[in-house]
Nanobody, 125 residues
Framework: QVQLVESGGGSVQAGGSLRLSCAASGYTGGVNYMGWFRQVPGKEREGVAVIHTRAGVTYYADSVKGRFTISQDNAKNTLFLQMSSLKPEDTGMYYC??????????????????WGQGTQVTVSS
């Protein structure tokens, strides 16, 4: 199993930046994908960015391309999400997720078996 702990959320004005971190522990050697999802009340959890931990291939939602960057520090078992040019519509609870599966649909939360507790990001206009 994998345990995930997010940090780095907070409140920022539109146009600002934040960096989220996700510390992974446990059996991290079997993880093939890690990513970030976000959710606002009344809406489904949506994929923001995902990385294949071995190949380094990244996937981004269209709404964040060019503004967000997902990266990893394998030595420290930590996942990052650098968020720039933030918009009010980026507001939400951000969750870190991990998947052991070798093939996934990266936007599908059900394909990720492990989740963190979430960190809140609030962007004001």
């Amino acid at each position: 199993q994998v345990q995930l702990v997010e940090s780095g959320g907070g409140s920022v004005q539109a146009g600002g930046s934040l960096r989220l971190s996700c510390a992974a522990s446990g059996y991290t050697g079997g993880v093939n994908y890690m990513g970030w999802f976000r959710q606002v009340p009344g809406k489904e959890r949506e994929g923001v960015a995902v990385i294949h931990t071995r190949a380094g291939v990244t996937y981004y939602a269209d709404s964040v391309k060019g503004r967000f960057t997902i990266s990893q520090d394998n030595a420290k078992n930590t996942l990052f999400l650098q968020m720039s040019s933030l918009k009010p519509e980026d507001t939400g609870m951000y969750y870190c997720a991990a998947a052991y599966r070798s093939v996934i649909i990266w936007t599908r939360p059900a394909d990720f078996g492990y989740w963190g507790q979430g960190t809140q990001v609030t962007v004001s206009s």
